[in-house]
């Protein structure tokens, strides 16, 4: 079946590491997005990419980078620059039209320790 | 800019209770409208969409009408269980232009159902 995989699903991060969040889909969707959730703040975004080798910032891009190498993979780097990264991260995709809405994997929760 | 207002949680009812999450929006243009469900630890699942003024979605007993006139799209079920507890989220996406759109959403309500 096609879909969103994030990986992994917990991760944890010493303060002044970065680390790396993998997003895979088999979906051939053209578009991929990170979103971050915080209790009660609803979903931000992050990065978003609409074509391989092509990506755009969001509305929190500070302290985080992609790479967008290969149309089934965004992975999200949250770098020692981000203040406050923890949370629940959420990639998803769509493809087209307005009218398709997103598939969203199951997203990695963050913490820091 | 365009955005999207729901209800504060949560909202607790007791199992076999009429649900109605109010949800409205305001966009230029003419969006596809979206409720999304988040059980606990996991990533977002589409519940249903409407895509025209009028159109009504449905899918596992809940429903929305996509109201142009009062910009609204309430989400609504009959009966709710206790499985139906989760975080609602309202959505709406236009186009940007290319091969994307961008889903613009609420800030979520909780909905905790007791038996």
């Known amino acids: 079946d096609g879909g969103i995989t994030q990986s992994p699903k917990y991760l944890f991060r010493k303060e002044g590491q970065n680390v790396t969040l993998s997003c895979e889909q088999n979906?051939?969707?053209?578009?991929m997005y990170w979103y971050r959730q915080d209790p009660g703040q609803g979903l931000r975004l992050i990065y978003y990419?609409?074509?391989?080798?092509?990506?755009q910032k969001g509305d929190i891009a500070e302290g985080y980078s992609v790479s967008r190498e290969k149309k089934e993979s965004f992975p999200l780097t949250v770098t020692s620059a981000q203040k406050n990264p923890t949370a629940f991260y959420l990639c998803?995709?769509?493809?087209?039209?307005?009218?398709?809405?997103?598939?969203f994997g199951s997203g990695t929760r963050l913490t820091v320790v | 800019g365009n955005s999207v207002t729901q209800m504060e949680g949560p909202v607790t009812l007791s199992e076999e209770a009429f649900l109605t999450i109010n949800c409205t929006y305001t966009a230029t243009g003419y969006p596809s409208l979206f409720w999304y469900v988040q059980y606990p630890g996991e990533g977002l699942q589409l519940l249903l969409k409407?895509?025209?003024?009028?159109d009504k979605g449905s899918n596992k007993g809940f429903e929305a009408t996509y109201r142009k006139e009062t910009t609204s799209f309430h989400l609504e079920k009959g009966s709710v269980q206790v499985s139906d507890s989760a975080v609602y989220f309202c959505a709406l996406s236009e186009d940007y232009g290319g091969a994307t759109n961008k889903l613009i959403f609420g800030t979520g309500t909780l909905l905790a159902v007791q038996p």
């Open positions: 998803a995709s769509n493809q087209g039209s307005k009218k398709n809405g997103y598939t």
């Open positions: 979906l051939n969707h053209d578009a």
């Open positions: 409407a895509t025209k003024a009028d």
């Open positions: 990419s609409q074509i391989v080798n092509d990506f």
